[in-house]
Each structure stands twice: as structure tokens, then as C-alpha cells.
């Protein structure tokens, strides 16, 4: 069978879904680590960080194949979606956990939101950021010119309804990676008596601490003023 029919079919697409899914869970670890420069209070520690993550070449190549990645994840779960909807008419694509929740009763929904959430997060932060939107002040540092996006975080997070929004759209986070991260394992063949209990551990840890790290900042921020 080609790749392009492996893709194309019901469990290469739910593959390929599962390995975007995984490198976007990488992808938020590392996002959020280094938004946590935030808490510290300090603009120049996220100034620098962004300064560093915007320019280096390595990480622009790495942040493009996630890009990618995420395209892929949003174009395979729709594809799915169609699919089961054609083939099942009115009745939904049943995937059931052990604990006996509909998981695709609610992913198709949760991850709407998320998806709705980053092009409005991309237009506040990444547009400003490559100034498609205004232009944006500047800070030097050690004889270095960088652009002041600690000012632009700031300033929205000092808006409550934005604040109120973003605590709102981790709560759909936390629950779609509370469904999503053992599913993307068991679907690639990890599922087994020995990791798949040490896997769901993880996952739900993973799910409940970023998604309240993400959430944490916006308030801390907000709250000091």
C-alpha cells in the first residue's frame, strides 16, 4: 500500500492525528515554560526569551514544523469527523473510554474552541509581535535592540474579560488533553498492562499542571496590576 493510502485510510489518519497530537503536547510543554519568565515580574527575562525564540534560526525551523503539525492535526481530525459522519449517518463516531465517556461527543467541540482560541491569540501576540498589527516599542539590553512584548502582554492581561477568557479556554484545554493524550498513545499500539496505566498517569497529570500554569499567569498578572 502507497502513503498516500495509508494516509488516506480510517487508521492512518487517526495515526497521523495521534503524532501531531504528541508533538503539540511537546510543543505546549516548552511554550509554557517559557511564559513562565512572566511570573517573574521582570520584562526583561520574557523580553530576552522572546527576543531569542523569534530570531534563532533553529527555533523558527522548529516552530514552522509545528505549525505544520498543527495544520495537520485540525485537517485529519475534520477529515475523521466527515468520515464517521458519512459512514454512520446521524449516529456519531462512538470512541468510549474505560471509565465510559463519549470522548468524540466532545473532542470535535473542545477542540473548536482551542482552534478559535489560538487565531485570537495569534492576532493579539504573534501578529503584534511581526508588527501586522501597529508597531510595537522597543528596549536594549546589554547593546541589544528587541522589541518590548513583555508591554503587549501586560497591557491585555490587565484586561479582565481577556483574563476571564483565557482561564475559560485552559479549562477546555485541560479537558481536551485529558481525553486526547492516553488516546494518541493507545491509537499508535502503547496501550498494554505495564505503561498503559504509567501513560494515563502522566497524561492526566500533564493535562491538569499546563493547562493551570498557562491559566496562572494571565491572573498573577492581572492581580499585581
Given amino acids: 500500500m502507497s502513503w498516500g493510502k495509508t494516509l488516506g485510510s480510517s487508521i492512518g489518519k487517526k495515526i497521523m492525528m495521534s503524532l501531531s497530537g504528541i508533538l503539540l503536547i511537546l510543543f505546549l510543554a516548552g511554550h509554557v515554560s517559557g511564559n513562565m519568565t512572566l511570573l517573574m515580574g521582570k520584562a526583561e527575562a520574557f523580553n530576552v526569551y522572546a527576543h531569542f525564540m523569534s530570531t534563532n534560526p533553529i527555533v523558527q525551523v522548529i516552530a514552522n514544523v509545528f505549525k505544520l503539525f498543527f495544520l495537520a492535526h485540525i485537517f485529519y481530525a475534520i477529515a475523521l469527523i466527515m468520515q464517521n459522519k458519512k459512514a454512520r449517518g446521524n449516529k456519531a463516531y462512538d470512541q468510549t473510554n474505560k471509565d465510559g465517556t ?18 485570537v491569540h495569534l492576532a493579539q501576540y504573534w501578529a503584534v509581535m511581526h508588527e501586522l498589527r501597529g508597531t510595537i516599542g522597543t528596549v536594549t539590553y546589554d547593546g541589544v535592540v528587541m522589541k518590548d512584548l513583555y508591554s503587549v502582554v501586560a497591557a491585555s492581561y490587565a484586561n479582565p474579560i481577556i483574563v476571564g477568557a483565557y482561564v475559560v479556554c485552559m479549562f477546555v484545554l485541560a479537558f481536551h488533553l485529558w481525553h486526547g493524550f492516553a488516546s494518541a498513545f493507545q491509537t499508535l499500539g502503547w496501550a498494554s498492562k505495564r505503561w498503559t496505566p504509567i501513560i494515563s498517569f502522566i497524561g492526566k497529570a500533564y493535562s491538569i499542571i499546563v493547562p493551570v500554569l498557562f491559566g496562572l499567569i494571565p491572573v498573577v498578572m492581572f492581580l499585581r496590576g
Fill in 102 to 119: 463519549t470522548v468524540s461527543k466532545y473532542m470535535g467541540v473542545l477542540g473548536t474552541v482551542i482552534a478559535v482560541f489560538l487565531v
